[in-house]
T-cell receptor
Framework: GEEVAQTPKHLVRGEGQKAKLYCAPI?????VFWYQQVLKNEFKFLIS????????ETGMPKERFSAKCLPNSPCSLEIQATKLEDSAVYFC???????????FGSGTRLTVV | KQEVTQIPAALSVPEGENLVLNCSFT??????LQWFRQDPGKGLTSLLL?????REQTSGRLNASLDKSSGRSTLYIAASQPGDSATYLC?????????????FGQGTILTVHP
């Protein structure tokens, strides 16, 4: 079946290095979301897109985090100058309609050492 | 602040028991409420979605109810099986939230032992 493809599955970065995560949403899904899952199952919303347009970036630490969804390319989440507290699993989700029908990817585990 | 809270944090039951997971939310102006399941190392699987105008949804052995006035939802699992062991997450799309942002609870870790 269709799935949201996230790469890489695991990423290890030294503190201060850059990390870039990718997400290929399901074809035909207009909405893309990024969430950060830290310990104890806490899911934190980062950013949402409708097609290539940012719609809500209220969860993004803007000084180091950036994200894009460009036509005909996977969406990306980039962290400049990673910190230890950025260690988490980053999930991408896509949906065809607003507010429902989410399909989540299996996540990228980022470890900052 | 719009929050979602789940209790209990963890639950361990013998196979065959019926069980209830609880979710509460702070603002009754919700768009919908969703229950997800997360298996270790995996993403989220959507179980049930309840629109704000609905009172409950059922899928197989799962039944979810919604009471907006009290700010509560329950997920009822009948005749639990070891394969039900997972983390169950409740998530709310609050009204006015742009483009479907989910606000998650902390999850309930369920263990069903044979």
């Amino acid at each position: 079946g269709e799935e949201v493809a996230q790469t890489p599955k695991h990423l290890v970065r030294g503190e201060g290095q850059k990390a870039k995560l990718y997400c290929a949403p399901i074809k035909g899904h207009s909405y893309v979301f990024w969430y950060q899952q830290v310990l104890k199952n806490e899911f934190k919303f980062l950013i949402s897109f409708q097609n290539e347009n940012v719609f809500d970036e209220t969860g993004m630490p803007k000084e180091r985090f950036s994200a894009k969804c460009l036509p005909n390319s996977p969406c990306s989440l980039e962290i400049q100058a990673t910190k230890l507290e950025d260690s988490a699993v980053y999930f991408c989700a896509s949906s065809q309609v607003q507010g429902a029908g989410y399909t989540f990817g299996s996540g990228t585990r980022l470890t900052v050492v | 602040k719009q929050e979602v809270t789940q209790i209990p944090a963890a639950l361990s039951v013998p196979e065959g028991e019926n069980l209830v997971l609880n979710c509460s939310f702070t603002d009754s102006a919700i768009y919908n409420l969703q229950w997800f399941r997360q298996d270790p190392g995996k993403g989220l699987t959507s179980l049930l979605l309840i629109q704000s105008s609905q009172r409950e949804q059922t899928s197989g052995r799962l039944n979810a109810s919604l009471d907006k006035s009290s700010g509560r939802s329950t997920l009822y699992i009948a005749a639990s099986q070891p394969g039900d062991s997972a983390t169950y997450l409740c998530a709310v799309v609050y009204g006015g939230t742009s483009y479907g942002k989910l606000t998650f609870g902390q999850g309930t870790i369920l263990t069903v032992h044979p």
